[in-house]
């Protein structure tokens, strides 16, 4: 189990020491990635050894790439007779165990006693290397995928900036940089915009929808209920909601539903998360809906605002938390181009957004694929040796 060390030996991560985890806070997909080091670590995480966190959230785990300083929120286990991804697995396996435990405490947690005497499977040597095997396979796999994403994003990210700022030519190219053709530009409030361009507020291209007055109560069946966690991706469906609103309440109350094809805007908080609502939907407090004509690019807008993040927040209201009414986000400035060219933008920008989804998708797949897999192989419900024949 982990101890917190003296606070006076701990520093941030590039300066001496050895890297400090205090809990899960610094957890990725498989290593964690610290922040701050400690120059006399009471409790050592090993290398090769599973992190398990021991507090709220109880049960999330990675691998020890290095040796760590750990902190009370965390646990260290090294298996004898297992390696470091299926020790991993067998905790991630058990993680509602520990779930169950913890939940009979005021503060969500879980002690060694509980680590100890945690009950788990006994895998001859043999099968267990295998399943070793199939572990490491299917992490390669992941951890390609997720590196190929985030390059994607990055991809995508700079192509954004470029299009939405220097837009397509006639001949559908990028246009040149100011700098390299200034008499393709003009001056606007916004700085250097392309000559074909105008300053828009998004009142003047969209229609804004508030949430309605009254809070719904919710259910499993009607209209679909979107909250800013829905905003995840560059599509909100039906498919990936969970709860809704009786279509008899908005009949009987102020509740306002959006339609299909709106584009949803955080205002509560963190600014430029958005979204397209490709169903009728109801938007709760913390989000503002545009509603594009058959002049405006949906997607042109959502990428457009999604630029336009640091700008949003520094004119937002402060109170205890930072907001933007209804004519603050009817207020926010855009370089808009013609219709035809937000069309281009998009056509650069399309299949690339596609691409990342695909890949997303199949990260998705390779993860419900190994912990479906893990859970046959875990409780014995499948064997490896059989598993392995019936595939040769």
């Not at 009607?222 to 309440?249: A, C, F, H, M």
Request: net charge neutral; charged share 25%; glycine share 8%.
């Amino acid at each position: 189990m982990g101890q917190s060390p003296d606070s006076s030996t701990v520093n941030e991560i590039n300066s001496v020491g050895m890297p400090f985890l205090q809990g899960n806070a610094e957890f990725g997909d498989k290593h964690p990635s610290p922040k701050y080091s400690c120059i006399r670590p009471p409790r050592v995480g090993e290398t090769g050894a599973t992190l398990i966190s021991v507090r709220a959230p109880v049960g999330q785990t990675n691998i020890a790439d290095r040796d760590y300083c750990i902190g009370r929120g965390l646990a260290a286990v090294r298996a004898h007779e297992y390696g470091p991804a299926l020790c991993r697995a067998i905790m991630a396996h058990k993680a509602g165990t520990l779930k169950k435990v913890s939940q009979g405490t005021t503060f969500e947690a879980i002690s060694r006693d509980d680590l100890l005497s945690l009950q788990v499977p006994r895998i001859p040597n043999a099968e267990a290397n295998l399943i070793e095997s199939v572990l490491d396979i299917l992490d390669t796999q992941i951890q390609k995928t997720e590196a190929l994403i985030a390059k994607l994003e990055k991809i995508k990210e700079g192509l954004l900036h470029d299009l939405l700022t220097r837009g397509i030519d006639h001949n559908g190219q990028l246009r040149p940089t100011p700098e390299q053709a200034p008499e393709l530009y003009k001056e606007s409030v916004l700085g250097l915009i392309p000559r074909e361009w105008k300053v828009c507020t998004t009142g003047e291209i969209s229609q804004s929808i508030v949430p309605g007055r009254d809070k719904p109560k919710l259910s499993d069946h009607g209209i679909p209920w979107i909250t800013i966690s829905d905003l995840n991706k560059d599509r909100v469906n039906k498919s990936t909601l969970g709860l809704y609103v009786d279509e008899r309440q908005i009949r009987t109350s102020m509740i306002r539903t959006i339609p299909a094809g709106s584009v949803i805007m955080s205002c509560v908080g963190e600014f430029g998360i958005t979204s397209i609502a490709e169903c009728e939907s109801i938007i709760n407090q913390q989000l503002h809906c545009f509603v594009v004509d058959s002049g405006v690019d949906a997607d042109w807008l959502m990428y457009s605002l999604r630029q336009k993040k640091n700008t949003i927040d520094r004119s937002a209201t402060q109170t205890t938390i930072k907001y933007l009414n209804k004519t603050g986000c009817e207020s926010i400035e855009l370089p808009t181009p013609p219709f035809a060219e937000q069309q281009a933008i998009m056509g650069q920008v399309s299949p690339l957004a596609k691409r990342i989804e695909e890949e997303k998708k199949y990260s998705e797949k390779l993860a419900k694929t190994q912990n479906g897999l893990m859970d046959d192989l875990l409780t014995g419900r499948i064997r490896v040796p059989p598993l392995l024949k019936d595939a040769v």
